[in-house]
Each structure stands twice: as structure tokens, then as C-alpha cells.
């Protein structure tokens, strides 16, 4: 579904439950923040003769959401609040991969760069408890992913030879979902603007058709929102 008919669609349903419960917040809101989608691996190597030695090292990346929020205050110090959100989370991993006979001689060298890019339609539901003008914010996430790529940059060493490394992805073999809980604060500088730092915490083992990897996505946000009414 075109990313704009679903805000459409959030923007209208929103606008609806208010005429019902006019006492509620409706507010605009971008987050800034850091993303990783860890991961694990199973060694299937078994051969006595061929050592394998293999290292990765995940940098976190840029990652952003924005969209709108909505929140239902039900006592003095306690609320509900879910969100409509485009999320992208980013990925970046640098692989090292190294083959040797068991006498030391080497067979192959390989290093490259590995970027990810996934963007979600994400709508987080939580639970939240005022004090004074923080709230302490714990929730469950669902998410459902819009569109991915993903790149392989670096080369290959084998008996000497260079081979270039460049493997484009247009669509990344994963699941068209994740899901899992986020926790977080909220400071409320003013009765229009609210700070936040969130954490959220993937359960969903993304990949279809890798049998040796487990990714899990990882987010770390800081959002400000604006309270239109």
C-alpha cells in the first residue's frame, strides 16, 4: 500500500475518534536515532582438513521514523498512547571471512562492507505513568515492512586473484513483519512539545531462507513530538 494512503487513512481515523473523545492528544512526531539488526550464526564448516576463521563487526546506523501519535489520558497519571509511524531501520556490518588448509596455507581472504535498509510501517501501543512531568513508557510494537534493499561492498582474495565484491539487493529475503516491546521516557517540556527516548527490542528472526543466521532488529530513538490539540 502507497506509504501516503496510509497516512491518509491514520489521518482519518484519528479525526473521527476525536469527535468522540475530544479530551484526547492528537500530535505530530520525528525521531532521530541509532539501528541495528544483530545477528548470529551456526558454524556448518565440519571439515578436518579446511580451517575457517570468521569476524564481524556491527556499526550501528543512522535510523529515523516519523507520523503521528495519539494519546488518551485515563486517570491523572496514567495513559495510553499508539502511534502511526514510517520507520527506517539501517545496518551496517563490516565481514571478515578467512579459509586455510589445517598445515596454515591460506585459501582465500575475504572482506567487505554490508549495508541493510529496511522501512516499516510501525505502530507501537503503549502503556504510560506520569510523574510530574516525565512518564515512564512500556509497550508492544508491530511493525510491517514497506520496502527493503540491501549492498555488499569490498573483494575477495583466492590464489593470488582479486575478485570485486558488489552485490546489489532490490529486496531483502526477510519476513514482512517484526514485532516485539519498547520501553521509554517522555518529557513534557510544554503542553505543545514532548521529548522522548525509546528503546525497542525485535523478537521477529527476519530471515526467510538463511538457515545459518538469526537477524534481530534493534532500535534506539530520540523523537520530539508536537500536540496539535
Keep these: 500500500m502507497n506509504i501516503f494512503k496510509i497516512n491518509l487513512l491514520v ?66 497519571k496514567s495513559l495510553i498512547g499508539f502511534e502511526f509511524l514510517i520507520n527506517t531501520t539501517r545496518d551496517r556490518r563490516r565481514v571478515t571471512y578467512d579459509e586455510s588448509y589445517s598445515n596454515g596455507n591460506n585459501i582465500s581472504h575475504t572482506n567487505y562492507l554490508e549495508k541493510k535498509n529496511i522501512t516499516y510501517f510501525r505502530v507501537p501501543l503503549y502503556y504510560g505513568y506520569k510523574i510530574q512531568k516525565i512518564s515512564i513508557n512500556a509497550g508492544i510494537n508491530a511493525m510491517f515492512a514497506l520496502r527493503s534493499k540491501g549492498r555488499a561492498k569490498g573483494e575477495s582474495i583466492s590464489n593470488g586473484e582479486i575478485s570485486v565484491i558488489d552485490r546489489k539487493e532490490k529486496k531483502l529475503k526477510i519476513y514482512g513483519y517484526d514485532f516485539g516491546p519498547s520501553i521509554g521516557l517522555t518529557y513534557y517540556f510544554s503542553e505543545e512539545f514532548n521529548f522522548e527516548l525509546i528503546y525497542y527490542f525485535g523478537l521477529k528472526n527476519l530471515p526467510l531462507l538463511i538457515s545459518v543466521e538469526k537477524w534481530k532488529n534493534r532500535q534506539l530513538l530520540f523523537g520530539i513530538s508536537y500536540n496539535l490539540m
Design 11 to 76: 489521518i482519518l481515523l484519528i479525526s473521527t475518534r476525536l469527535t468522540i473523545l475530544s479530551q484526547d492528544n492528537l500530535g505530530i512526531k520525528i525521531g532521530l536515532g541509532i539501528s541495528s539488526i544483530t545477528k548470529s550464526y551456526t558454524d556448518v564448516n565440519d571439515s578436518m582438513e579446511i580451517k575457517s576463521t570468521f569476524s564481524k563487526n556491527n556499526n550501528p546506523a543512522f535510523s529515523n521514523n516519523f507520523g503521528m501519535s495519539y494519546l488518551v489520558q485515563i486517570s491523572e
